[in-house]
């Protein structure tokens, strides 16, 4: 979208959206000229009951919340020198974070979706939900890849350390690109801040919240089976371990190991492949309802990373729990609160 087009998009959807205001009688738009009014890109007057309303418009071409945060900056200057102003920031479409500063620093904003919130003395307006414009759409998809995913597994399991793009491309097993184009996501989002020494979060719970409404443990292969061997977990760590495959017990199997909520007589487990041999050596009857073991053939590797041992029995990380149990809706989700309360929380804090 050129400048001009810009521009007239945002005196239509401003005009449309005050015009709506039965006492407001009139709205003046008029480019920041070089006298009082140079501060931002427009000077907007507001008639209302035969009083006027100054706004000083500053028109972004990117509504990321670094840009937001010189943008008040710059407002907060601005309105000091003048009288019975007030600040609206203006972007082809605004960041939840960043609407948030806005919010939080008293200053209006309007996107080209339509979304804004309009405050200022008796006048309030707000509209939300318009997505057309969404900017963390496009990075929030691609946060959600399986290989981009193994690398915020790794940030969320090792709170405060910073991470050099190399030694994380590693330790996640995926390539330096893909490490490079998370990162500037993360970055982007303001939920991590790059140093001297690498990449480092500090947003985990945006990042923890973002992911559980994106996140989904059937996305791995489920199969269900009834069992009568009461002590099935066990059997099925041993059959693993004689084949060199890798397992862990998942959702409330795992959960019931490092922070004992409650007790479900049903085994959940990722395995990594020969669901059906496995399910022969353990006399698994398949079944579609009633199944008391769920075995998950995991849709990437990374389900694995972070894995602990307890008891002898290989458990799923707290995060990988988290997410699983949270999509869980019912128990599952007051279960990985729990969880959070317990592990996640006390482990970031610590750092």
């Keep these: 979208m050129k400048a001009i087009e810009q521009d007239q998009l945002f005196q239509e959807l401003l005009r449309k959206n005050l015009l709506a205001i039965p006492f407001l009688t009139s709205v003046d738009i008029q480019l920041a000229g070089q006298d009082h009014r140079a501060a931002g890109d427009y000077w907007v007057t507001l008639g209302v009951s035969g009083k006027n309303i100054h706004l000083?418009?500053?028109?972004?071409?990117?509504?990321?919340?670094?840009?937001?945060?010189?943008?008040?900056?710059?407002?907060?200057?601005?309105?000091?020198r003048m009288d019975h102003a007030y600040g609206l920031i203006v972007a082809p479409a605004l960041f939840d974070k960043s609407a948030a500063l806005c919010r939080e620093a008293g200053i209006s904003y309007l996107d080209f979706s339509g979304n804004c919130w309009l405050s200022f003395q008796n006048i309030y307006i707000e509209r939300q939900g318009n997505s057309e414009l969404r900017p963390e759409k496009k990075l929030l998809k691609s946060l959600y890849y399986p290989k981009a995913e193994r690398i915020l597994r790794v940030l969320l399991a090792t709170p405060g350390r910073s991470w050099k793009t190399e030694a994380l491309a590693r330790e996640a097993g995926v390539s330096i690109g893909m490490v490079f184009k998370v990162k500037?996501?993360?970055?982007?989002?303001?939920?991590?801040?790059?140093?001297?020494?690498?990449?480092?979060l500090f947003a985990w719970r945006d990042l923890l919240e973002d992911w559980k409404r994106n996140y989904t443990y059937q996305k791995s292969q489920v199969d269900q089976f009834y069992s009568l061997d009461s002590r099935i977990e066990n059997g099925l760590a041993t059959v693993c371990s004689s084949r060199n495959l890798r397992y862990a017990m998942a959702l409330f199997s795992g959960v019931a190991r490092v922070a004992p909520y409650t007790r479900i007589k049903q085994l959940f487990a990722y395995v990594?492949?020969?669901?059906?041999?496995?399910?022969?050596?353990?006399d698994l009857k398949p079944v579609d309802s009633g199944s008391n073991v769920t075995l998950l053939t995991p849709y990437d590797q990374g389900v694995f990373y972070g894995v602990q041992q307890v008891d002898g029995i290989m458990i799923a990380s707290p995060v990988q729990l988290y997410l699983d149990l949270n999509s869980y809706h019912g128990r599952g989700e007051e279960a990985a609160q729990f969880l959070f309360d317990k592990i996640l929380e006390p482990l970031w804090s610590a750092n």
């Design 56 to 80: 000083i418009v500053e028109v972004l071409g990117n509504g990321e919340p670094r840009y937001i945060r010189q943008s008040i900056s710059k407002m907060h200057e601005w309105l000091k």
């Design 184 to 200: 500037q996501h993360l970055l982007k989002l303001e939920w991590a801040r790059d140093g001297r020494d690498g990449i480092q």
């Design 272 to 282: 990594e492949k020969d669901v059906a041999l496995i399910g022969t050596e353990l």
